[in-house]
């Protein structure tokens, strides 16, 4: 499990580097960002090495900023393996609100954070089909 | 009684004047009003020019008198109630006897006899019934004539258009901007206006301009005419205009019409532009003496070629208020900002935007979510605005949409704040 930190911001210019810059200024490390257009306005997603950290530098700067847990897990690169996480997901009817994955190229892992309703059977499943659960200041020791 | 004399008039006017004092005066409210200006009985009138003795009567003298306040009869008198489109909270109450409805109605059917119109007419109402006077008001007024009355109320467009060329209606009263919108929708239910025979329109509810109506005749290929009224002195059928199309007449038998200096309250001569104040010289359950419309216009200077000797009134012009109005229906910013601050995630700053969709106005509330509310979810999101949606709904009768922003990111106003932002370009 790892916190990720939720940014409610206007969607326009400027407002991913508002944030990136109180972040960068506090010496916060992201690892994981991804934005999301919602209209009229947009959820900045940040997966950092100290969330509760900066969510507090962020709500002090009156921005509207959440945790949110999710689900992170890393399993060997190949073939057929987001596949098997979304048949486990599915037999235990456990729906994703949001997903992002990726691939760490030198230890051959891939990375996935998963945005479910129901962490702790989501961890539970996940496990016992093989793959590693991650916790955020583990990141670096993939 | 539409080409008499000043002198008959005003002879009529001061009989009638002092008999609706003798009204007003049944009320607690009036009677503290007029003695204070040393009127405590209809002798006290000894001339029209007495009129200017009487104390202004406010918007919010109704809603302090609400629901009750200024009954001047008994309640078994009373035939009928209407309450104001707008509200600000309180809504204001008109109570109406048998003989006030008459009364109303006559004014009605001679406006629209005026127009030209009569009962070989196929008159479709398409003004929303209810505590809204634009219905009913012009409803009887038209069954007064012998008109044949199609009580269609607003809304349904393909409905509306469908019975205009089923039953050849000829006249309509409707809002400027829902006969554009229904010019819009001709072709899509394969009507033109070889099937339609539509002659006349009475535009009324909303404030429009020249062009407006120059464009709709067009359009329409009809003669649109203005109709103005307001709930506080009956509704419709106040001022109309005649076959001229050059101002409205203002029913001086009935209705004492001032125009006076918002700020000083003085009297402003024919020709200038200022507050419209009424008096209803003919109203039993409800009297109302110089009631302050917050409409600006001015009486047209002149006769009009008719001979009708009743004065014209101008185009209205604004409002000395912030009241706005979408399609036909008076919203205030403060009913708006009431909702929004009933609801903890939101801050308490907002913008309100209104523009054209089509020939609609559309209402679109901005607000800024509170920063420590935000729980991560767009759910979360979804269900406040929905929620928003709904109690400005429940309270303003539109649908606005609503945006949430992020703190601090409306503009902010030091003093009066200007929050609502017009961009329904002047038509």
Not at chain 2, 185 to 202: G, H, I, S
Request: overall charge positive; aromatic content about 6%.
């Amino acid at each position: 499990m790892a916190k990720q930190l939720n940014i409610f911001v206007d969607n326009k210019p400027g407002r991913l580097s508002a944030v990136t810059d109180i972040l960068a200024g506090n010496g916060i490390n992201i690892f994981i960002f991804t934005i999301q257009d919602r209209g009229d306005f947009g959820l900045i997603k940040l997966l950092v090495d100290k969330p509760e950290e900066a969510d507090c530098i962020l709500l002090g700067k009156g921005y509207a900023s959440a945790l949110k847990e999710v689900v992170l897990v890393s399993v060997k690169d190949q073939p057929g393996n987001l596949h098997r996480l979304a048949t486990v997901l599915q037999e235990k009817k456990i729906n994703l609100s949001d997903a992002r994955g990726t691939v760490l190229a030198p230890s051959n892992l891939g990375l996935c954070c998963l945005e479910v309703d129901d962490i702790k059977s989501a961890e539970k499943v996940l496990k016992k089909a093989g793959f590693a659960l991650v916790e955020l200041a583990d990141i670096y020791k993939l | 009684m539409e080409t008499a004399g000043r002198k008959a008039m005003d002879a009529l006017r001061l009989k009638n004047l002092r008999k609706v004092v003798g009204y007003a005066l049944r009320t607690p409210f009036y009677q503290a009003r007029l003695k204070a200006a040393g009127i405590t009985s209809p002798r006290d009138i000894r001339s029209l020019k007495d009129l200017a003795r009487i104390p202004f009567t406010s918007k919010e003298d109704l809603r302090e008198c609400y629901p009750n306040g200024l009954l001047a009869v008994p309640m078994s008198r009373v035939v009928r109630i209407h309450t104001s489109s707008g509200t600000t909270g309180i809504p204001t109450v008109i109570h109406h006897t048998k003989e006030d409805l008459a009364v109303w109605t006559d004014l009605v059917a001679r406006s629209i006899t005026a127009t030209g119109a009569g009962k070989h007419d196929i008159f479709q109402n398409m003004m929303t019934y209810g505590m809204f006077t634009g219905g009913l008001g012009l409803h009887y007024g038209a069954e007064r004539v012998g008109m044949t009355v199609i009580p269609m109320g607003g809304g349904n467009s393909r409905r509306q258009i469908q019975i205009m060329k089923d039953f050849g209606t000829t006249v309509l009263h409707i809002t400027p901007s829902y006969m554009l919108h229904l010019h819009s929708l001709l072709a899509e239910c394969k009507v033109t206006l070889k099937d339609l025979r539509l002659k006349k329109a009475y535009l009324g509810a909303e404030p429009y301009s020249e062009d407006t109506r120059r464009k709709i005749e067009k359009l329409w290929q009809i003669d649109a005419y203005n109709s103005y009224g307001l709930s506080e002195m009956n509704g419709p059928g106040v001022a109309f205009e005649c076959e001229h199309k050059n101002g409205m007449h203002v029913w001086e038998d009935v209705y004492c019409v001032e125009v006076i200096d918002q700020r000083t309250g003085a009297a402003l001569e024919d020709g200038r532009e200022g507050e419209v104040v009424f008096t209803n010289l003919l109203r039993e359950a409800t009297p109302l003496l110089r009631y302050r419309t917050r409409d600006v216009a001015a009486i047209l200077k002149g006769a009009c070629p008719c001979g009708r000797t009743h004065r014209r009134l101008a185009r209205i012009a604004g409002r000395t208020d912030d009241m706005m109005i979408i399609n036909g229906v008076n919203i205030y910013p403060s009913q708006i900002e009431a909702v929004i601050m009933q609801v903890p995630e939101v801050g308490n700053n907002y913008q309100i935007i209104l523009e054209k969709s089509g020939s609609l106005d559309s209402l679109t509330v901005k607000v800024e979510i509170s920063s420590g509310m935000f729980k991560g979810d767009l759910a979360q999101i979804d269900r406040l605005k929905e929620r928003i949606k709904d109690n400005l709904r429940a309270s303003i009768i539109i649908s606005p949409r609503v945006e949430l922003h992020e703190p601090g990111s409306l503009p902010v106003f030091e003093g009066k704040a200007k929050r609502v932002v017009d961009d329904r370009a002047k038509l």
